[in-house]
């Protein structure tokens, strides 16, 4: 097993790497848009998030072609719609195995936190 920790990103505020390398996948923690502010728009939290996460996968030697699942937990149902678009532009014709979970509410107030399972590239 390999803990990634990011050099292009902040340090993880507690007990977790940015990512861990084990049996040819990458394991990405959840990842909040802490690149904006909480009452920034739902869109500006999507492509943060999605900036951090496409750093991690290519320092841990993958990238979203290779992303086989996705956890996206988001605060409002509401919000729903847009980040399926939105992931959906990032994927494109991709469609890896993922899960929507609805919570009450997210740390700091942001509105998506999402965490992937990749496959390194050969």
């Keep these: 097993m390999k ?14 790497s940015h990512a861990v390398i084990f049996n040819g996948a990458v394991y990405v923690s959840g990842i909040l848009p802490m690149g ?3 009452e920034d728009s739902l869109v500006d939290q999507f ?10 996968l290519q320092e841990s030697g ?8 996705s956890r996206i937990y988001i605060a409002s149902l509401k ?3 847009e980040i399926n678009r939105l992931y959906s532009e990032v994927m494109v014709d991709r469609k890896p195995a993922r899960v929507v979970v609805p919570v009450k509410e997210l740390h700091f ?3 998506l936190e ?3 399972m990749a496959s390194l590239r050969k």
């Design 47 to 56: 492509n943060d998030v999605f900036k951090t996460l496409k750093k991690i």
């Design 36 to 38: 904006v502010k909480p």
């Design 3 to 16: 803990e990634i920790i990011s050099s292009e990103l902040p340090p993880p505020n507690g007990h977790y």
């Design 79 to 81: 919000d729903w719609p």
């Design 62 to 69: 993958s990238d979203f072609d290779h992303v086989v699942h």
């Design 109 to 111: 107030g942001y509105r």
């Design 114 to 116: 999402v965490e992937m």
